[in-house]
């Protein structure tokens, strides 16, 4: 996900055309402590932080309808979605819309940064979401030490990425690979992987032999290639190669066998 650099003001203006935005569609906005809480909007409850890039997210999630082609083509292949794992939930706003479009799936929500997986646990609290695991790690290549920065893109909650540092003292967060995850959750097979992982997704392909365990149980994708490190023809070869069949979707690429 991508906004130029704004800074605080803009998001604030934001916010506002938000909420305008959100009161022209009839819909119901209360304010709340830090923020704003958009109540049952399409059967789904958000809380959205004031002076944050949330309201950005929101908009891609909720008005944009970013992730309505993945659903529709999950329906359309007939795939039964029985679990999901959103890597780099930020908020939790892609949890909580898969869920509502597959209430009976198992969710596990991965996010590196403290702050947004409070607030994720909010909107899934607000709308009583059950089977979904709120993990507090970093996905990567391999297990490692990570340090969150906010050098990449904005700097903002919705664009923040990781470095692996060498020692603990110096970590901000544990990362775990995809195969790790796995084990530690006992998840046998993965109906939909959501990978938003602000650059860190070249990690997840560059070892093939890690690459071919998660892509072998995975039956569909939806990944953002962040093109500032070159890795979108490695990503594209590695899911063709794996029986994958792509297509393209606003910054998404959507991968199903």
């Given at each position: 996900m991508y906004v130029h650099p704004t800074g605080k003001i803009n998001n604030l203006i934001h916010s506002r055309f938000l909420v305008e935005k959100l009161y022209?569609?009839?819909?119901?906005?209360?304010?709340?402590?830090?923020?704003?809480?958009?109540?049952?909007?399409?059967?789904i409850s958000s809380f959205i932080r004031k002076n944050s890039s949330d309201g950005y997210v929101f908009k891609q999630i909720f008005?944009?309808?970013?992730?309505?082609?993945?659903?529709?083509?999950?329906k359309k292949n007939n795939i039964k979605v029985n679990t999901i794992i959103d890597c780099g939930a930020n908020v939790g706003y892609t949890t909580t819309y898969l869920k509502n479009a597959f209430p009976a799936a198992k969710i596990y929500c991965v996010e590196p940064d403290v702050e947004n997986l409070a607030c994720a646990a909010k909107n899934t609290e607000l709308n009583a979401l059950h089977a979904t695991t709120l993990i507090n790690k970093g996905i990567w290549g391999k297990n490692a030490f990570l340090k969150i920065t906010k050098d990449f893109r904005d700097g903002e909650s919705w664009s923040l990425a990781l470095v692996e540092v060498a020692l603990e003292k110096d970590a901000d967060v544990y990362a775990i690979t995809i195969a790790q995850l796995m084990k530690e959750y006992q998840i046998t097979e993965i109906?939909?992987?959501?990978?938003?992982?602000?650059?860190?997704?070249r990690y997840l392909f560059e070892d093939e032999a890690d690459?071919?365990?998660?892509?072998?149980?995975?039956?569909c994708i939806a990944i953002e290639i962040h093109d500032e490190f070159n890795s979108r023809e490695m990503i594209m070869i590695t899911l063709v190669k794996h029986g994958f069949t792509l297509q393209q979707s606003g910054e998404l690429i959507l991968a199903c066998k």
């Open positions: 022209g569609l009839k819909a119901k906005v209360k304010k709340a402590p830090n923020g704003f809480i958009v109540e049952d909007f399409e059967g008005l944009d309808q970013e992730y309505a082609p993945l659903v529709k083509l999950l109906d939909v992987l959501k990978i938003d992982i602000e650059g860190a997704e690459a071919s365990f998660f892509l072998s149980k995975t039956k």
